[in-house]
């Protein structure tokens, strides 16, 4: 199976800018696209999908959320922060079954 | 507005069953790769299993945890997935939620609102 791994937590200021990484086991790449997709979960509510292959936007999502990477390295960044950003997230890779997700990372304001 | 309703949750003994039904609309379901997922106590996310379309033949895929003892399943005619838990494990204990993937690819863009399975003595 691909592991995903995601810091447990970060904090940071209103404002600023958030960096949230995912490192895989093994790469997520094929044919020219990455299978990484990152997802929004607020207390009590369902994931919320962010981006699809690493770095585009979902429907609905605001700019200041954007993704990156390639390979075994991603990142969601949210610049800048506000407070209703407040959630954990999570990545999620479809490159090879089982679908598997990180561990989550709740951001959390300073 | 696409929308995804599971029901069939609730708390069972170790060892019996339990059928989850996720009944769907706002979309064209029978062409939907539809999956389960779902999500521990401690917060992590998990797949669980996935049915494809009549077009790829129904396949089905599941999670090596649940393999055996869950079957995903699906009735076009009512636009609603099913999942039907056997030899359940307190491990099992979740809530679970449907999706739709995006086929081909397998990013979830819908999710239902989840029920709750909890396997308890």
């Known amino acids: 199976d691909i592991v995903l791994t995601q810091s447990p937590a970060l904090a940071v200021s209103l404002g600023q800018r958030a960096t949230i990484s995912c490192k895989t086991n093994?790469?997520?790449?094929?044919?020219?696209?990455?299978?990484m997709h990152w997802y929004q979960q607020k207390p009590g509510q369902q994931p919320k999908l962010l981006i699809y292959?690493?770095?585009n936007l979902a429907s609905g999502i605001p700019a200041r959320f954007s993704g990156r990477g390639s390979g075994t390295d991603f990142t969601l960044t949210i610049d800048p922060v506000e407070a209703d950003d407040t959630a954990t997230y999570y990545c999620?890779?479809?490159?090879?079954?089982?679908?598997?997700f990180g561990g989550g990372t709740k951001l959390e304001l300073k | 507005e696409v929308q995804l309703v599971e029901t069939g949750g609730g708390l069972v003994q170790p060892g019996k069953s339990l059928k989850l039904t996720c009944a769907t609309s706002?979309?064209?379901?029978?062409?939907?790769?539809m999956h389960w997922v779902r999500q521990s106590p401690e917060k992590q996310l998990e797949w669980v299993a996935q049915?494809?379309?009549?077009?790829?033949?129904?396949?089905?895929y599941y999670a090596e945890s649940v393999k055996g003892r869950f079957t995903i399943s699906r009735d076009d005619s009512k636009s609603s997935v099913y999942l039907q838990m056997n030899s359940l494990k307190e491990e099992d204990t979740a809530i679970y939620y449907c999706?739709?993937?995006?086929?081909?690819?397998?990013?979830?863009?819908?999710w239902g609102q989840g029920t709750l399975v909890t396997v308890s003595s």
């Open positions: 093994q790469n997520v790449d094929y044919y020219g696209n990455s299978y």
């Open positions: 999706t739709r993937g995006y086929p081909g690819i397998d990013w979830f863009a819908y």
């Open positions: 999620q890779q479809s490159r090879n079954l089982p679908w598997t």
């Open positions: 706002g979309f064209t379901f029978s062409n939907a790769w």
């Open positions: 049915i494809k379309a009549k077009s790829n033949n129904y396949a089905t």
């Open positions: 292959l690493a770095s």
